[in-house]
Nanobody, 125 residues
Framework: QVQLVESGGGLVQAGGSLRLSCAAS????????MGWFRQAPGKEREFVAT????????DYADSVKGRFTISRANAKNTVYLQMNSLKPEDTAVYYC??????????????????WGQGTQVTVSS
C-alpha cells in the first residue's frame, strides 16, 4: 500500500502561482507513474498532468499546457505540480495519484490505484 500526502493548496488571485506537493511513502516510489487530477464542484474528475516513473515523460491536459509543470524528485519520494498564471477556472480539489499498474504515465484515472486525500485550490478573480 502506498500512502500519498498532499500539501500546498490554498487561495490565490488570478495570475498567481501555487506549488502542490505530494509525498509518497515506501521505498519503491520510483517505480510508480504519478498523476494529478482535479474535480470542480458539480463536475467530474478531470485529468491534469502525468509523469512517468523515471520522470522522462510528461503529459498535460490542454487546459493547463504552458501553465502547469509536473515534476518528481524520486530521492525525496515527492511529486510536484507547479501552477502558474492561475485562472478562476482552475478552482478545484486537486488529487495526487500513483499507479502500480502503469509506469509510463497515464491520463486514465482507472489506471491509478492509490490516491491522496485532495487539496483545495481556489483562484479568485
Amino acid at each position: 500500500q502506498v500512502q500519498l500526502v498532499e500539501s500546498g493548496g490554498g487561495l490565490v488571485q488570478a495570475g498567481g502561482s501555487l506549488r502542490l506537493s505530494c509525498a509518497a511513502s515506501g521505498r519503491t516510489f520510483s517505480s510508480y507513474a504519478m498523476g494529478w487530477f482535479r474535480q470542480a464542484p458539480g463536475k467530474e474528475r478531470e485529468f491534469v498532468a502525468t509523469i512517468s516513473y523515471s520522470g522522462g515523460n510528461t503529459d498535460y491536459a490542454d487546459s493547463v499546457k504552458g501553465r502547469f509543470t509536473i515534476s518528481r524528485a524520486n530521492a525525496k519520494n515527492t511529486v510536484y505540480l507547479q501552477m502558474n498564471s492561475l485562472k478562476p477556472e482552475d478552482t478545484a480539489v486537486y488529487y495526487c495519484a500513483a499507479s502500480g499498474i502503469v509506469s509510463g504515465g497515464s491520463m486514465w484515472f482507472r489506471e491509478y490505484n492509490y490516491w491522496g486525500q485532495g487539496t483545495q485550490v481556489t483562484v479568485s478573480s
